[in-house]
């Protein structure tokens, strides 16, 4: 059997959180900023220059970690799901293997029952915004013994993969 290779990146929409910690981050710098200023002017040491130059390198760098990415990379049967934050920070929020899927089912209202289930207690969603076209999700024992629930956006050759992987009882007829 040869080996299969796919991957794919998908873009995370901001959310009204990450708009937020992103306005926050703004006006915190703002606030710095001005507070430095009035305070040097007070003990007659220019430090508007320094808190500018702190306050832009670092409201820049914070205002960056709110983008991220997501890239799924599927290997025989195998998904990590890595989280890329600011195009530069990368970190493995999962691996799991297609084999120890117990459902996976499109992400539609008639599947609801599944993906709602009291019973999962982790959840893992890794898809571009909450009403993104294409979402599936698949639900298994995760490393600490939790039923968990990945939400992701497979493309056609990577469900093509993943349903070769899959249990018998799984699998698209």
């Given at each position: 059997m040869a080996d299969t290779y796919i991957e794919r990146i998908v873009k995370r929409k901001p959310d009204s959180r990450q708009r937020m910690?992103?306005?926050?981050?703004?006006?915190?710098?703002?606030?710095?900023?001005?507070?430095?200023?009035?305070?040097g002017g007070m003990i007659g040491i220019p430090l508007f220059p320094i808190f500018f130059a702190l306050t832009a390198f670092f409201g820049f760098r914070f205002f960056l970690q709110q983008s991220w990415e997501f890239e799924y990379a599927v290997t025989n049967g195998e998904i990590d799901i890595d989280r890329i934050m600011g195009r530069s920070t990368r970190k493995r929020i999962l691996t799991v293997d297609c084999r120890n899927f117990d459902v996976f089912l499109p992400l539609i209202p008639e599947n609801a029952s599944e993906y709602q289930s009291k019973t999962i207690k982790t959840t893992v969603d890794a898809a571009s915004s909450s009403d993104a076209e294409g979402r599936w999700f698949a639900i298994f024992q995760g490393k600490d013994g939790q039923r968990t629930l990945l939400i992701f956006e497979p493309d056609e050759r990577m469900l093509n993969v993943i349903n070769a992987a899959l249990p018998r009882r799984l699998q698209k007829r």
């Open positions: 910690a992103r306005l926050g981050i703004v006006a915190g710098g703002f606030v710095l900023v001005v507070a430095a200023s009035i305070i």
